[in-house]
């Protein structure tokens, strides 16, 4: 059973910062790109970032509205992908979301979400 269970959200002062963390289980961890995508109250789910899979580089892409201030990466040897996320602002406030694509097996699995906050 695929499991994305997300971690490590909160309540954070604006230019604070907070690491999320996905640990996932239930398919081969190295061979799916993982992702976080982010769904403000009101708005459409965005993707944040994503690290591709081992045997493609591992390859890091970031939406323009955090890069320099987020950064992703995996480990492989705990099946976690985790999400630096520095100098917060009130409009990172979301609830985060994990995701694992595993092209090549036709996988698509979300986690239930980790709530940001960014408030004084």
Not at 75 to 81: E, G, L, Q, T
């Amino acid at each position: 059973q695929v499991q994305l269970v997300e971690t490590g959200g909160g309540l954070v002062q604006p230019g604070g910062s907070l690491r999320l963390s996905c640990a996932a289980s239930g398919f081969t961890f190295s061979n799916a790109a993982m992702s976080w995508y982010r769904q403000a109250p009101g708005k459409e789910r965005e993707l944040v970032a994503v690290i591709t899979s081992t045997s493609t580089g591992g390859r890091t892409r970031y939406a323009d509205s955090v890069k320099g201030r987020f950064t992703i990466w995996r480990d492989n040897a705990a099946n976690r992908v985790y999400l630096q996320m520095i100098s917060l602002k009130s409009e990172d406030t979301a609830v985060y979301y994990c995701n694992a694509l595993e092209i090549e097996a036709g996988g698509d699995y979300w986690g239930k979400g980790t709530l940001v906050t960014v408030s004084l």
